[in-house]
């Protein structure tokens, strides 16, 4: 397994394990009732949590192991390929985790069509700079109001659209 | 018989009813392929588009949707690695493989034919067994759901890939996130941080689409190589008779699989997708090839998934009772028409009836044969650029997120699992577990504690009951041969310390 594969086994287990700790620890101190017959509410997940808790530390102490076995194997092999070198999460994808998180606050702040353009003129710039702005910006605004009358129109679907309520469209 | 007969040739003779269910497969076609969009939401739509139509050309366009709604999700599930809907989760799994092999055409040829095998012999089922089969859905009760979610979730161990511990992490994880919400028994509420939006629970549509659409178009950013412009030649569509031939059994096993599944009320095509997977792979002679492009795969998805349509609509049609979520709207669609489903409805609108019967067997052969002709349409549409692609998919699917409940926390709930997914992707847990944990968790804890609760804590209840104890131990029969066949996988590995 690379380098890379490896290191983000180990934080996921570790992050799932840290999680489930704590739901664990919701479970004991939640406001539940407790004289039921049966299983009470809280029995089942915390029977899954410890479940999960024993597999993530195992695959965590087992990541960790492998990791420097490999990481000795890799030192033997004094080549180190591009893939090794390259980060965890790529850039690209940095900056679109980013945009899409904007883009889903921004459909409250400046509205659904608004955002959607922006979203989609700036996401496709990003990974093709190539292309004329104006095309990107004609796709955008063409395949928003696509989905905007599609959805409105077809499904009922209101979108918030804080600044066209308020000039009053 | 003979009035199957004679209602196949008046429908067939009548323009509008053939426009209809043409329409309305075409629809449910493009909604399917669609992520982000479901055959649900297609049924839902033409609910009030079919008012003034009369009832079985309104419940015929309906079932087009539906059927082309349960077949269309193949074909971004084998383009883009995301399923159109969720009964497609499991054809990506040897869908894309093989498309990334320049196979493309052929796996959505391979889904094509199985979709429609599937519908028609589900539709076999419904038209000539339906009311023999009802009584056996009025059989299931808590202890043989419970056994029926407990073998769904032995599954896991066939779509973990190469972990099986990362694949029960991940099944583990899906139970998890099916916890939250009100406690199905005390209505307790667990895990909802005092957050109303959580009052019924996680969503499943939109952690569906966050779990797997968002991680793929994520990847996709980066993946030049990701599939495009797949060059559908219609001599590679279509299998040979001899291949055709050769997959019979997969074919007729897990269409049978897809009808039982479908009849037995509150489950739905991705719990009979999953278990025809598990099934097509332990009888096929190379298991080992299942999940890197196995048409067979995609064969057992398929050929369940939309034989689920005809065994979702016998317990509706008898009983009244949906046997999945698209005939629990179409139900409603059934009612606004003054039908009641029930076994009133065979006496006194037995032509209706016969009309439903018919205008499904149209739809099943117009949803083979409009993917035969449009195939290319299809590709075309999700063979744009990478960047718009990725860009328009985001926006569908958070849309898609949104439109179920007109509710913001969907949609940042969809980004949150989305990144999650997607680590956990990068870390090679597998998502399809996951997704089998959201689904079955919710309704394996609930039968399981029913069980208990009414039979004053005795377990025996699994054992006294047929159907649950054959369950029983065929989950017991695939854990323990699943554990036994690692375990020799293991033996042969020599250096490696795998998990």
Not at chain 2, 122 to 131: G, I, N, Q, R, T
Not at chain 2, 357 to 379: E, H, N, P, R, S
């Amino acid at each position: 397994m690379d380098k890379q594969k490896r290191l983000t086994e180990i934080i996921m287990s570790a992050f799932i394990l840290a999680v489930s700790t704590y739901l664990l620890q919701i479970a004991y101190t939640s406001k539940i009732r407790t004289k039921v017959q049966g299983m009470n509410s809280m029995a089942f997940p915390k029977a899954i949590l410890y479940l999960l808790i024993a597999l993530c530390l195992y695959v965590a102490i087992t990541g960790v192991i492998n990791l420097k076995k490999e990481k000795s194997l890799r030192r033997l092999d004094k080549k180190t390929s591009d893939q090794e070198k390259s980060p965890i999460i790529a850039k690209e994808v940095a900056l679109s985790v980013g945009l899409i998180i904007l883009y889903a606050i921004g459909w409250q702040f400046i509205g659904f069509i608004l955002s959607s353009i922006l979203f989609v003129f700036v996401e496709s710039r990003i990974l093709d700079p190539e292309k004329p702005w104006w095309h990107t910006m004609l796709v955008a605004a063409g395949y928003t109001l696509l989905v905007y009358f599609a959805f409105s129109m077809g499904f009922g679907v209101t979108f918030p659209e804080p600044i066209f309520a308020a000039i009053g469209i | 018989m003979a009035d199957i007969i004679n209602g196949v040739i008046s429908t067939v003779t009548n323009p509008q009813a053939m426009l209809m269910v043409f329409l309305g497969t075409f629809m449910g076609l493009v909604f399917g392929s669609l992520p982000g969009l479901t055959a649900t939401m297609a049924v839902a739509l033409l609910i009030p588009m079919t008012f003034t139509l009369e009832p079985v050309i309104a419940i015929g366009t309906m079932l087009g949707a539906y059927v082309g709604g349960m077949a269309g999700g193949a074909v971004a599930a084998i383009l883009l690695n995301i399923p159109g809907t969720p009964s497609a989760v499991v054809t990506t799994i040897d869908g894309h493989p093989m498309a990334r092999a320049g196979r493309g055409a052929e796996a959505l040829g391979w889904a094509a034919i199985a979709s429609g095998f599937g519908g028609l012999i589900s539709w076999v089922f419904l038209a000539f067994l339906s009311p023999v089969l009802a009584r056996m859905a009025t059989s299931f009760s808590a202890p043989e759901y419970a056994a029926l979610a407990m073998f769904g979730l032995t599954i896991i161990s066939a779509v973990s890939g190469k972990s099986v511990v990362k694949g029960i992490i991940a099944g583990l994880i899906g139970m998890v996130l099916s916890f939250a919400g009100t406690d199905p028994i005390w209505g307790d509420l667990r895990f909802t941080f005092g957050n109303y939006n959580l009052l019924s629970g996680v969503a499943t549509m939109p952690a569906l689409i966050g779990l797997y659409s968002i991680p793929q178009i994520l990847n996709g950013c980066t993946n030049k190589n990701t599939v495009r412009n797949v060059k559908v030649k219609m001599k590679n569509f279509m299998p040979s008779l001899k291949s055709l031939w050769k997959s019979k059994w997969n074919i007729i096993r897990t269409s049978i699989i897809g009808v039982f599944i479908g009849i037995i009320p509150a489950t739905g095509g991705n719990i009979a997708a999953f278990i025809a997977y598990d099934q097509a792979k332990r009888f096929s002679k190379e298991p080992e090839t299942f999940g890197k492009g196995n048409p067979d795969g995609i064969i057992a998805s398929e050929a369940a998934n939309n034989a689920v349509c005809g065994g979702a609509l016998i317990p509706l049609l008898t009983l009244g009772i949906p046997g999945d979520s698209v005939t629990a709207v179409m139900l409603g669609g059934l009612l606004i028409h003054g039908l009641t489903p029930g076994p009133a409805l065979f006496t006194e609108h037995y032509d209706v009836v016969i009309g439903i019967f018919t205008t499904l067997l149209i739809a099943t052969f117009l949803m083979v044969l409009i993917q035969m002709v449009g195939i290319k349409f299809f590709v075309k549409v999700l063979s744009v650029p990478t960047n718009y692609l990725s860009a328009a998919l985001v926006v569908l699917s958070l849309v898609g997120s949104f439109a179920l409940r007109r509710n913001m926390f969907d949609v940042f709930m969809t980004i949150g699992l989305g990144l999650f997914g997607f680590f956990l992707m990068k870390g090679g847990f597998p998502i399809a577990p996951a997704v089998l944990g959201l689904v079955l968790g919710r309704m394996f804890e609930r039968e399981f504690r029913t069980a208990l609760r009414t039979s004053n804590g005795n377990m025996s209840v699994f054992i006294e009951r047929p159907i649950a104890l054959a369950l029983i131990i065929i989950s017991v029969a695939v854990v323990v041969s699943t554990a036994v066949k690692r375990y020799r996988e293991r033996a042969k590995v020599k250096d490696e310390f795998v998990i």
